[in-house]
């Protein structure tokens, strides 16, 4: 079985080469750019030097996140479509608290990174509670939840949570106590990195090693047996939605409290999206998606290099990415799922 | 009219000639091969050699209806056979042709009733119409009596009869002997894919096939013990399920020590008992255990806790999580109670007591062939310290030798002082292992037998609603 | 008074502009849907018309070749769903969500390949006012075709049987797979018209993210008109009037981001209220395999 993963594990790989590498040519090509030319400065972008490979893990750590919660859903037998939102919350609730409030010492980064986290989790629970109670498909609910999300964020920023020294669609700056410390001089790379793996190196042991680990899988692999072997599927849904919902709301506020040092309306392009894409690579295993969030990165910190210096449109990176996750989309058939 | 086969594996050089106006019947246990070659004859399996030819078409009756529950009748019947009327559908013509069909056949049923509406012995009647809307030279009927009472069995077999005389070539495939006897004119016996037998049905009794059919004796079950039955689990006014195969107002006992089996066909309420004991289904009535009241919102985390274990009817679904490997599904609905340290211990022992096959914990479940699967259900259920077990149709759909494993598990268990309540569909089963019959005919309990006193006819007929 | 009523009429005639590009994503879904083809994709399929659809009045200077494209464009898009559905066997839902981000970044990488601007394309020939009044009458009228089809016709009982049960369909000789594939591409082109609407009638132009989720609005629209095609198009009225009360609502001083997200809230009350007590066709979403 091992082996066999593996070998899953392998043939998804080969896939998403071909889509990236095939698909991203033929846009090069439309471009009238050499796929030579955009890959490559797509990849010096990502790898050219040292603080360029660390915005490559900026970038990894950024779609970490909120991948590891998608898994976490998708795991649970839950399609979470809703990363996107609960990172814009978390986010918002991370740059509120760190500017609003002068946060003592060594609490500061903890407490905004709480914040988030809980941000994004009450968001992931709507959907899980709507789910457990009435039956709801999280999908659309998660769906219309991060329109709701997103417009809400644009409301409070700009009205009831204004703050002097905050722009229209932002928070003011985070004091240096609130903001995470770097890990490299001359780069947005801080502890959020160092974070992520012990994040990720945690949901593997709980998944694998834990009651609630083997709950949430039976869940998701065979719901009426584990309902019949006295699971309780709507608070397995509903604590693994809001699980999600926190990985992906904690994500939001690493950017805030490291990358950003504020809350943007714009402080996402889409990480919650891609991520998906990275779930689905990863295999839906936390290690896997490591290196898969290592992957997405690098096209989307290289994607600004190949845009700047090949002229090719970094769209060109979204587009790839959807199509990885058609092609990756029989990784994991949900047909378990009998809701509306 | 002659029909020829010569496939291998699962049918192994099987020749069969099927005559026009003969009802032909094909014997065989679970795995024999029957059904495969029934596939093969009505073309949904290729042979990988040999040749089928028919003199028209063939139909196939399966023993799963493929009926579509949310359509009417009519839209089942002639499903991409639709009367037009320029682009849309003649929905008058279709009617008229359904009642013409219905008329001619003696199968009465109204043509815009919803099928997920009708009871099962109708639905068999849709079915059967379907495919006689064909007009198939041959009908492959695939156990077909398998939901029917026993005196809707008796008019199936007058219009299978009524077919066979207009010209039709019937096949039935079966394993109830009685059926074979009573209704058959040849038979054919098949085992491990060959052909083990093969005589004009006047010429032969249901002894003879048996033998020919197990390739020997039947293996013997566990021997039963004395016990000291004690009130276990008690129902009052039980009600539940939903309309066609609800379970109404039952009132019996399991006590420790015994098998109670319930006798009844498919559907009289038997679903509806298993998921109100297994607290995965609401119901009204009064249910205690050991004394104590089940609650209805007693989930089943709240039964297990208490020793009760249900082996439900649909092991793939509702038992068994398919990618993951024997060790992890022996344990499931033990995660919370046993440590992870002894889970090997756990699946060893049921591998050993239960002689799972390969003997490899990390074994991945869905890979296991059903027998082996089942082994896994009940060793599940058994070795996890049961008071009650709920066995539902426990030996469905395995061969012979793992059907015989578990069930001489079964009398253990009973000797050891478990109650077990077995409900079958097969009364064999159920005369084999009960020390007292149920009779459950339209949701009721309508008989009691205890072991010494069981009587087949009468059983037979409680079970077709005739008090 | 007067003002009253001139307001209501105002929005009630704004109810039928905004209803309309949902009522054409809407009958999509629910022709996609009752073949057993969840159609996450419908947003991407919106995107895909609408963008298509003015490039393509803009380079020939006729919206109503634009509008044809635009309909061709939302066939391609959901038949690459549809052949991942279907002969694939892929989780529809996962790959949808793949369409729609594909879709998105698939218009945004056009507009500047073609106008040489992110964002948004230059105005092009659009269909006019009575282009506008035309599209909301037919698109009432695929509600009543549709019905039609779905009910009477020989392909929609066999659709209808293939979202039911795919493998009872196909022992009846029908061609799951094909029928399925077919039927997913039909409401693409149907739903392509939503997007033709969006870019083509209420405006002029293509711009990143004009179709705002509309497509998923849609979606909760198929559930909530019970997989009917009168049922969602009556759904799609009553989520666009609240789109249409945004804008009466919006100068009585309530904060635009709020009265912006009333039809998200709506559909999400609605999906709960509704859950549990309609029942989707049997076979819906999940793929089918021959076996």
Redesign the interface.
């Known amino acids: 079985m091992k082996v066999f993963a593996r070998n899953r594990a392998l043939r998804d790989l080969a896939i998403t080469l071909v889509v990236v590498f095939g698909v991203g040519s033929l846009a090069m090509l439309f471009a009238h750019v050499s796929p030579v030319v955009g890959f490559g400065a797509l990849f010096d972008g990502a790898f050219g030097t040292k603080e360029e490979f660390a915005e490559t893990l900026v970038q990894a750590t950024n779609l970490l996140f909120p991948a590891l919660g998608i898994a976490i859903a998708f795991r649970a037998g839950l399609f979470n479509i809703g990363a996107e939102g609960q990172l814009i919350l978390g986010g918002l609730a991370a740059g509120w608290l760190g500017a609003e409030f002068p946060l003592p010492g060594y609490l500061a980064v903890p407490m905004v990174l709480v914040a988030g986290a809980l941000a994004g989790g009450v968001w992931g629970a709507i959907p899980g509670f709507l789910r457990a109670r009435f039956g709801a498909n999280e999908v659309i609910a998660t769906l219309m939840l991060n329109v709701v999300a997103t417009l809400l964020a644009t409301y409070l920023v700009g009205g009831p949570l204004a703050q002097a020294g905050g722009g229209d669609q932002e928070t003011a700056t985070l004091p240096k106590a609130a903001q995470l410390p770097d890990l490299l001089a001359n780069s947005r790379l801080t502890w959020a990195f160092l974070i992520g793996l012990a994040v990720a190196f945690g949901l593997r042991w709980v998944l694998r090693r834990t009651v609630f680990g083997y709950e949430l899988r039976a869940a998701g692999d065979a719901p009426e047996a584990a309902r019949r072997a006295g699971i309780d599927l709507g608070r397995t849904a509903l604590v693994a939605m809001a699980l999600a919902g926190a990985l992906a709301g904690l994500g939001g506020a690493t950017i805030v409290a490291g990358v950003l040092h504020r809350f943007n309306t714009g402080l996402s392009p889409g990480y919650g999206f891609i991520a998906i894409a990275v779930a689905l690579v990863g295999n839906l295993d936390p290690l896997w998606i490591l290196l898969a969030a290592l992957a997405f990165g690098m096209l989307q910190s290289g994607g600004v290099a190949m845009q700047a210096e090949a002229a090719v449109p970094r769209e060109v990176v979204s587009l790839v990415t959807g199509l990885v996750i058609i092609a990756l989309a029989g990784r994991r058939v949900l047909a378990t799922r009998r809701t509306t | 009219m002659r029909r020829r086969f010569g496939a291998v594996q699962a049918v192994d050089g099987v020749d069969l000639e099927l005559h026009s106006g003969e009802i032909h019947a094909l014997v065989g246990e679970n795995g024999a091969g029957k059904s495969t070659l029934a596939a093969i004859a009505y073309g949904a399996v290729a042979a990988d050699e040999g040749a089928v030819d028919a003199l028209g078409t063939v139909g196939l009756v399966h023993q799963h209806f493929k009926l579509i529950d949310r359509l009417r009748v009519w839209e089942n019947v002639l499903l991409n056979r639709e009367p037009r009327r320029g682009w849309t559908i003649d929905v008058p013509a279709a009617r008229a042709r359904v009642r013409a069909l219905a008329a001619t056949y003696g199968l009465e049923v109204d043509p815009d009733a919803r099928v997920e509406t009708l009871p099962v012995g109708i639905k068999q009647r849709v079915e059967l119409l379907r495919e006689l809307d064909r007009e198939p030279a041959v009908l492959l009927l695939d156990e077909p009596t398998a939901a029917l009472a026993p005196g809707e069995i008796a008019s199936f077999f007058t219009t299978v009869r009524a077919l066979a005389a207009r010209g039709t070539a019937i096949l039935v495939v079966t394993h109830k002997l009685a059926e074979v006897i009573a209704y058959s004119d040849r038979v054919t016996v098949m085992r491990a894919g060959r052909v083990v037998a093969r005589v004009a049905t006047a010429q032969t009794d249901a002894d003879a096939i048996a033998r020919a059919m197990v390739g020997g004796e039947v293996p013997a079950l566990a021997a039963r013990a004395a016990t000291a039955p004690a009130p276990l689990l008690e129902a009052r006014g039980l009600s539940a399920g939903e309309l066609g195969s609800a379970l109404r107002e039952a009132s019996f006992e399991v006590r420790a020590g015994e098998i109670v089996g319930i006798a009844g066909i498919e559907g009289n309420g038997q679903s509806a008992l298993a998921d109100a004991i297994a607290g995965v289904a609401p119901y009204t009535g009064e249910l205690r255990f050991a004394g104590e009241p089940l609650r209805v919102d007693d989930g089943p985390a709240a039964r297990l806790a208490r020793g009760i274990r249900v082996i439900p009817q649909d092991r793939l679904r509702e038992a068994l999580v398919l990618d993951w490997n024997v060790r992890d599904n022996v344990v499931l609905g033990r995660q919370r109670t046993l440590p992870i340290a002894k889970h090997a211990d756990a699946a060893r022992t049921v591998i050993e007591r239960f002689d799972v096959r390969p003997p490899d914990q990390e074994a991945i479940v869905g890979m296991l062939s059903g027998g082996n699967q089942q082994k896994i259900v009940v060793g599940r259920a058994l070795t996890s310290e049961p008071r009650l077990v709920v066995a539902y149709q426990p030996t469905r759909g395995i061969d012979i030798g793992a059907a015989a494993l578990v069930q001489s598990r079964l009398i253990e268990a009973r000797n050891a002082g478990v109650g077990v309540l077995l409900i079958s569909f097969e009364l064999d089963e159920i005369f084999a292992l009960a020390d007292r019959v149920l009779v459950l005919a339209n949701g009721r309990f309508v008989g009691t037998f205890e072991r010494e006193a069981i009587d087949r006819g009468r059983i037979g007929a409680l079970m077709a609603g005739h008090a | 008074m007067n003002a009253l009523l001139a307001t209501l009429g105002a929005v009630l005639g704004l109810t039928l502009v905004k209803a309309t590009p949902l009522i054409y994503a809407a009958l999509g879904g629910v022709l996609s849907e009752r073949s057993g083809v969840v159609n996450?994709g419908l947003e991407g399929i919106l995107i895909a018309g609408a963008f298509v659809s003015v490039v393509v009045s803009g380079a020939t200077g006729s919206p109503v070749l634009g509008a044809c494209a635009g309909v061709l464009a939302g066939a391609l898009v959901a038949a690459?769903?549809a052949y991942?559905a279907t002969r694939?066997?892929?989780?529809?839902?996962?790959?949808g969500?793949?369409?729609?981000?594909?879709?998105?970044?698939?218009a945004?990488?056009g507009l500047?390949?073609i106008y040489n601007q992110?964002g948004a394309s230059h105005e092009v020939p659009a269909l006019g006012q009575g282009g506008e009044t035309a599209l909301i009458v037919l698109a009432f009228v695929a509600a009543a075709v549709l019905h039609?089809v779905l009910s009477?016709?020989?392909w929609g009982?066999?659709v209808?049987?293939c979202g039911?049960?795919p493998?009872?369909?196909e022992?009846?000789?029908?061609d799951a797979l094909r029928t399925r594939f077919w039927a997913v591409v039909i409401g693409g082109a149907i739903a392509g018209l939503g997007g033709v609407f969006l870019s083509l009638a209420e405006l002029d132009l293509y711009s990143d993210g004009m179709t705002?989720?509309r497509g998923?609005?849609a979606?909760?629209a198929v559930?909530f008109g019970r997989w009917t095609p009168f049922g969602a198009t009556g759904a799609a009225l009553f989520f666009g009037f609240f789109a249409a009360l945004q804008y009466s609502l919006q100068r009585a001083g309530v904060?635009s981001?709020?009265m912006?997200?009333l039809p998200?809230?709506a559909?999400?009350v609605a999906?709960?209220?509704?859950?549990?007590r309609?029942?989707?066709p049997?076979a819906d979403?999940?793929?089918f395999v021959r076996p």
């Open positions: 996450i690459v769903l991942a694939l066997a892929v989780d529809q839902i996962v790959a969500t793949g369409i729609n981000i594909a879709a998105l970044a698939a945004a990488y500047v390949l992110p039609v009477r016709t020989p009982l066999r209808r049987a039911e049960d493998g009872a369909a022992s009846a000789g029908i705002a989720g998923f609005i979606l909760a559930i904060p981001e709020l912006q997200a998200y809230l559909a999400l999906l709960a209220g509704f859950a549990g309609v029942r989707a049997a979403g999940v793929p």
